[in-house]
């Protein structure tokens, strides 16, 4: 398929983001093994979506004070400090403070390479995780569970599988290094993701 | 393009023109020249692969292990299409790299399992490696902040929140054209900006 020709860019990327059909992908390896110049480009395109998302969700985290700059007017300081005792106080009262799960912080995890557990994640901030399902036993849905790093259980959940992709939010999470472990319904371990909980600093 | 690149696609442009089967059958004979070869062809898109799935850790090891089930199994009969060796090669790595993800999981499980307070290593990428990614967050963040808001918003939702390139365009009212155009000018000026770091960091080299 890709004999004498390179492999083209959108493709490339579609490839490094696991985002390619399933059936799209045997050629495109083929083609990888054997070619330098695509190889390299491929690695460029692995490091610029990793700088992107890396980036991303940096800019995300600090949108107020990226996007409205006239609220970090001295004047507004008192004021808003004012409506956010309010806000949280009602919040308390009524039981039901937890508007983080709106806005969770995106984490992508890679299968654990070695003994290097590379995501991070901040504590105390609902997460969403997203895990790479390429090449594992075609299934609708698997079974996922979280353990810290003693094995203990702290989360799980059956979720549906989005192409070669699953995504699941978990609550906020105490700083620790966790596993996320992806299950066959039938039972059968497939795949564990390593992910650290960075406390605050 | 430097020398080695235009030396490694002459080799793919010759043996994507010619079938595979000689060399197998070659290989299949005993003869070594055959296994200069195919390691030749198939050496760094092998180690690139395993690099990619596994990390560096031990990479050479894991390049000579593949090669040798690779040529065992030709020379045992077990390749029974020639002409689909690159498809063969393939399989096998994948299978290496899935052996060894569940290796790592048993061996985690059982470390666990056996020392309960168990101290924690450095699970920090190395140090080279570290930099470089930081450098490029650094670059990625000065770009996204170079742009406008919608185009820092179309750049977000692409790579950040992966939601499809129909779904961006539609909710956010571009062209398709539009939105590759957004895409790659970004990309085109992060490739201008750290060309001479892509240059000299490729980890998978040996």
Request: glycine residues 6%; proline residues 6%; hydrophobic residues 40%.
């Amino acid at each position: 398929m890709y004999a004498n020709c390179h492999l083209d860019d959108e493709e490339i990327e579609r490839y490094s983001m696991g985002a390619m059909p399933e059936a799209a992908i045997a050629p495109f390896e083929e083609h990888i093994l054997i070619c330098e110049p695509c190889q390299l480009r491929l690695a460029q395109t692995d490091a610029y979506v990793g700088a992107m998302r890396q980036a991303a969700a940096r800019l995300r985290m600090e949108p107020l004070k990226r996007g409205l700059p006239w609220l970090r007017l001295p004047r507004l300081v008192p004021a808003l400090a004012g409506l956010a005792v309010v806000v949280v106080a009602a919040g308390l009262w009524l039981g039901r403070v937890d508007t983080g799960e709106a806005h969770p912080f995106a984490v992508d995890l890679e299968a654990t390479r070695g003994a290097a557990v590379e995501a991070k994640a901040p504590a105390g901030r609902w997460l969403l995780l997203r895990l790479d399902l390429a090449n594992l036993p075609a299934s609708s849905r698997y079974r996922l569970e979280m353990v810290d790093r003693f094995g203990s259980r702290v989360w799980q959940a059956t979720v549906p599988a989005q192409g070669s992709k699953a995504g699941f939010k978990v609550p906020r999470t105490q700083p620790g290094i966790y596993f996320v472990r992806v299950y066959w319904p039938p039972g059968k371990l497939l795949r564990e993701f390593g992910f650290e909980v960075e406390g605050r600093r | 393009m430097n020398s080695t690149t235009h030396a490694a696609m002459e080799s793919v442009t010759n043996f994507a023109d010619s079938p595979w089967s000689g060399m197998v059958e070659q290989i299949r004979n005993g003869d070594p020249s055959a296994l200069e070869r195919m390691y030749r062809v198939f050496s760094t898109g092998i180690r690139f692969y395993l690099c990619r799935q596994l990390g560096p850790q031990d990479l050479d090891d894991r390049v000579h292990d593949v090669f040798l089930i690779i040529v065992q199994s030709i020379q045992k009969g077990e390749l029974r299409e020639p002409e689909r060796l690159m498809g063969y090669v393939r399989t096998i790595v994948r299978r290496q790299v899935a052996a060894q993800i569940d290796d790592n999981v048993k061996a985690r499980r059982n470390r666990a399992d056996l020392e309960f307070g168990m101290t924690l290593s450095d699970h920090h990428p190395n140090p080279e490696r570290s930099a470089i990614e930081h450098q490029n967050g650094e670059l990625a963040m000065r770009i996204l902040n170079s742009l406008p808001k919608r185009d820092r918003e179309v750049l977000a939702r692409f790579y950040l929140d992966e939601q499809p390139p129909d779904r961006i365009c539609h909710e956010m009212g571009l062209t398709e054209t539009q939105f590759r155009l957004v895409k790659s000018r970004a990309k085109a000026r992060f490739g201008e900006l750290g060309r001479t770091r892509f240059a000299r960091h490729v980890g998978f080299r040996s």
